[in-house]
């Protein structure tokens, strides 16, 4: 059993970076490959990053390569993202998952642990 608690989201303006950080517990965390999803208001929750159990894979959604990074500290048990060059359109609720393989993250029927989400507001 994995428990994900998100935190770090806020009210930024566009051009300004926010830091995610998703804390899980148990001492599987670190075979779990993780990553981020989003849903904005009125839309269907997308897929933004995702990094395999050592951290040395990643994947990114195309509209943000380029301004996000996920990276990982198996030590700490923590995953992060950091957002940079922020958009209105990246405003959603953020949401931390774990899953048994990278290639999981095609799709969010296929996470075995989510976590409860935190929010990111960008203004222009």
């Known amino acids: 059993q994995v428990q994900l608690v998100e935190s770090g989201g806020g009210s930024v303006q566009a051009g300004g970076s926010l830091r995610l950080s998703c804390a899980g517990s148990g001492r599987t965390f670190g075979s779990y490959a993780m990553g981020w999803f989003r849903q904005a208001p009125g839309k269907e929750r997308e897929f933004v990053a995702a990094?395999?159990?050592?951290?040395?894979?990643?994947s990114y959604a195309d509209s943000v390569m380029g301004r996000f990074t996920i990276s990982r500290d198996n030590a700490k048990n923590t995953v992060y993202l950091q957002m940079n060059s922020l958009k209105p359109e990246d405003t959603a609720v953020y949401y931390c998952?774990?899953?048994?393989?990278?290639?999981?993250?095609?799709?969010?029927?296929?996470?075995?642990?989510w976590g409860t989400g935190t929010l990111v507001t960008v203004s222009s």
């Open positions: 998952a774990a899953a048994a393989a990278l290639a999981r993250f095609g799709s969010p029927g296929r996470m075995d642990y």
């Open positions: 990094i395999n159990w050592s951290g040395g894979s990643t």
